[in-house]
């Protein structure tokens, strides 16, 4: 079993920048698929991000909406996983949920991920 807790929404004005993370509990986090996803009222949970490895083979995979703009990354030792996102824009707006997948390699669809966290929220004003 694995615990997801979101922290470091808010508030920002477009062109701004938030940082988000994802503290995980349970074993074995470095084995497991870390994504981001997220979700506006009265829209399907979109794919944001993706991680899975270490140093040595790491692997990450971007929604074409965000490349250039966020950074997914992750501290195996520390049990976590954040989103660096720049250049928010007002349609970045959503609640921002963590997901972890055990399994091997990069997954973009929500069914493919085992665990969810709560959610955060991101608010960008125009």
């Known amino acids: 079993q694995v615990q997801l807790v979101e922290s470091g929404g808010g508030l920002v004005q477009a062109g701004n920048s938030l940082k988000l993370s994802c503290a995980a509990s349970g074993r074995a986090f470095s084995s497991y698929a870390m994504g981001w996803f997220r979700q506006a009222p009265g829209r399907e949970r979109e794919f944001v991000a993706s991680s899975w490895g270490a140093s040595s083979a790491y692997y990450a995979d971007y929604a074409d909406s965000v490349k250039g703009r966020f950074t997914i990354s992750r501290d195996n030792a520390k049990n976590a996983v954040y989103l660096q996102m720049n250049s928010l824009k007002p349609e970045d707006t959503a609640v921002y949920l963590c997901?972890?997948?055990?399994?091997?390699?990069?997954?973009?669809?929500?069914?493919?991920?085992?665990?969810w966290g709560q959610g955060t929220q991101v608010t960008v004003s125009s």
């Open positions: 997901a972890a997948r055990n399994g091997r390699g990069v997954r973009t669809r929500p069914y493919e991920y085992d665990y």
